[in-house]
């Protein structure tokens, strides 16, 4: 079955936008050449129907998953030794049921190498999501006001690489995105190697679930977004977009770009300008470079507080 065209007819055929070369990385078995944080070590997926259940391990994993995620914090396992009491206090807080951790344990569950410091927790990954409906509405106060214009939303088109997608999280938590769209087919979905790509951020910038990208995209246009879809030969350089009103940056699949009819709903198609010695960007890495062009626009408050973000769920 011969996929559906992408990116628009009036495009050379030999130039999609922003791919990775004739094959992702993803697809040649190998991973970024970029090491990600430790914030969020992640280990041992196990498949479930409606995410992954996978281990997070280390305390300050555990704390920022608890902090702002705790309802995707399935079961807490806690080493005898360990004299963490405010993390102990924030797990009985949550009331999430909490086991010994005996050392043979542990190796079995992220292996015997690893550094967990003696805090081991079993994360639904399925949890992190939250409904589009849900988002809108927060977004709107049950439709009660319009979103302002510092408000920043990214659409994840069909990417299928894991790091980029936990790549592009990262990068929107950095720049003050308001929450990541991600579709549920076509799409790579929230697994252990996202959240660990993301480097925490995957806890701390709502992940919303929505079936039909356009659909979700006619609905941010009625409240008043631009669209903007990131394409190689975009007619719009993006330092010159004053993003003047709240922005939906539609992020398109490393190989073949934004879907055709996706691509005629953006109001704006935008280009990074680049050397002429690179044919082209990595999905997350352009992504990168125009949240960040859009939060040079949108500068956060003074004093690191940040945009008001939607509650977790």
Known sequence: MRR?????????????PYREGRRSAHA?????????????????????????????????????????APQAVRRVFLSP??????????????????????????????GRETAHQGAIAILHTGSLMMPFDRFLESLTDGGRRAPGADTLV????ELTDPHNVGAVIRSAAAFGAAGVLIPSHNQ?????????????????????AIGNVNQAVDALKSEGF???????????NIAEE???????????????????????????????PMDPR????????????VLYQWSVKHPPAEGGAGREQPAPQ
């Open 188 to 208: 790579a979905p929230i697994t252990g190697t996202v959240v660990k790509t993301s480097a925490g951020m995957a806890f701390r910038v709502p992940l919303i």
């Open 278 to 289: 690179a044919e082209s960007l990595n999905a997350s890495v352009s992504a990168a470079v």
């Open 4 to 16: 559906r065209e992408r990116h628009g007819s009036h495009h050379h055929p030999k130039k999609r």
């Open 81 to 110: 030794d360990m004299d963490d009491a405010e993390l102990r206090a924030l797990v009985k807080r949550h009331g999430i049921e909490a086991g010994a951790l005996r050392s043979g344990d542990a190796g079995q569950m992220v």
């Open 28 to 68: 040649r078995g190998r991973r970024p050449s970029g090491r990600s944080s430790a914030n969020a070590p992640v280990a041992a997926p196990r498949s479930n129907g409606n995410g992954e259940k996978v281990y997070i391990y280390g305390k300050h994993a555990l704390r920022e998953a608890l902090a702002y």
């Open 154 to 157: 990214v659409l994840l088109d």
């Open 226 to 236: 631009a669209v903007y879809g990131l394409v190689m030969d975009g007619p719009t």
């Open 242 to 272: 004053p993003f003047r009103n709240p922005s939906l940056v539609i992020v398109g699949n490393e190989g073949e770009g934004i879907r055709e009819k996706t691509l005629a709903r953006c109001n704006v198609r935008l280009r990074i």
